[in-house]
């Protein structure tokens, strides 16, 4: 296959061109390595759903909170999956495999995930910003009483309209982020590159096969719905299958010139 390449002259990372098709590849050998160590991959994946659990117990669907929860996962998803790239990783190097052990790469390069996050928590103070803006706008108040919304749904006060400028605007600042973020967290953790220099090789692969990572936003986007949708308890499975294939999704989208 004919790959074009484009020297970060920040990183030492290539931006790779693969085909269209290729992000089902990412998730076949996501499912391979899945099935490898599936007691440690699923117990990534049951934090992250206990995570949600609980968010969602207290919140339940208040805008303001469940903005908060999603603006979390913005910001806990890639941190989280950090684990299972590491899994992935050692697997390819055939290294030992453990839950300890899979924590490694949190620890390998500290400093660099720490700005990252950062990064990923200010885009998510963004969108709740600018959400409470639009409900501002539109809505006349804030948002609807606390009271009135906390377990109940704030989409039955909403028009569609509203809802949709809503949504609108988290499409908008999470496509940010995954433009951000596609390849950064696996990136840091193979080659110890700076936090900037993670998102600015996951820009210039998005640029560099935007159809392909418009089909690879898209399986994320149906596979965390079909997660969201069963309560979070797919995501038990969901959430590793999709941290194996990111791993796979950055080896194959980037090439390492150091």
Not at 61 to 75: C, D, E, K, N
């Amino acid at each position: 296959m004919e790959t074009y390449l484009h020297r970060s002259h920040h990183a030492h990372l290539d931006s790779r061109r693969v085909g269209f098709f290729r992000p089902f590849l990412w998730l076949a050998k996501g499912a391979g390595d899945l099935g490898k160590y599936p007691k440690i991959s699923f117990a990534h994946g049951l934090i992250v759903a206990a995570v949600f659990w609980l968010a969602l117990l207290v919140t339940s669907m208040h805008v303001y909170a469940l903005a908060a929860v999603v603006s979390g996962f913005m910001l806990i998803g890639p941190i989280m999956a950090a684990g299972l790239c590491e899994i992935s990783r050692r697997l390819e190097n055939k290294q030992p495999v453990s839950f300890d052990q899979s924590l490694s790469g949190l620890s390998r390069n500290q400093p660099a995930l720490f700005r990252f996050a950062g990064f990923l928590l200010g885009f998510s103070l963004l969108w709740f910003v600018i959400s409470a803006l639009v409900l501002m706008a539109t809505l006349g108040e804030v948002a609807p009483p606390l009271d009135r919304t906390m377990w109940g749904d704030f989409f039955a006060f909403a028009s569609p309209m509203q809802s949709a400028l809503y949504l609108i605007v988290g499409g908008l600042l999470a496509a940010i982020v995954f433009a951000l973020s596609v390849v950064a967290i696996p990136a840091i953790i193979d080659s110890n590159i700076k936090a900037l220099d993670a998102a600015f090789i996951s820009v210039r692969v998005v640029s560099d096969n935007l159809l392909t990572m418009m089909l690879w936003a898209g399986l994320l986007a149906l596979f965390t719905g079909v997660g969201i949708a069963t309560f979070m308890i797919g995501m038990i499975v969901i959430f590793p299958l999709l941290g194996h294939a990111s791993w796979h999704a950055y080896r194959d989208l980037v090439n390492n010139t150091e």
